[in-house]
């Protein structure tokens, strides 16, 4: 395969997924890459994600033809139930880690404050 045949199947299956999520806007990027010490090439393709708090889609491989077979594989997978819960998932990941940098903030000032209050010579 080509590297202009690898781009257009890249490009071509964006539309698929998009179909398959329901979503019309995915944006592509097909990349190749050398590692600088070992000289190993890599295929890739990151498709944008396609809801809010999911991340995107990527797929990484030795060869183009991976990358185009992992792809294919994984449209068979996709569903828009699958993605909403990702979505679900993804906010409440989100939400429970701001909760709890909050909390470890809050404990944080509040022994700040204590301590103060201590070397004040005000023992509450």
């Excluded at 990358?67 to 409440?92: F, G, T």
Aim: glycine share 6%; aromatic share 6%.
């Amino acid at each position: 395969m080509t590297n202009r045949e690898y781009f257009k199947q890249v490009a071509k299956l964006s539309k698929k997924i998009g179909k398959k999520l329901g979503v019309v806007d995915i944006k592509v990027l097909g990349q190749i890459s050398m590692d600088g010490v070992t000289g190993d090439i890599s295929y890739a393709a990151q498709y944008s994600s396609p809801a809010d708090g999911v991340a995107p889609l990527t797929f990484l491989k030795d060869s183009p033809e991976a990358v185009i077979d992992a792809i294919k594989k994984q449209i068979k997978e996709y569903s828009p139930e699958l993605l909403e819960i990702a979505y679900h998932e993804a906010q409440a990941n989100h939400a429970q880690n701001t909760s709890t940098s909050h909390q470890k903030i809050v404990e944080e000032l509040k022994a700040t404050y204590a301590e103060k209050e201590v070397s004040r010579g005000n023992k509450n």
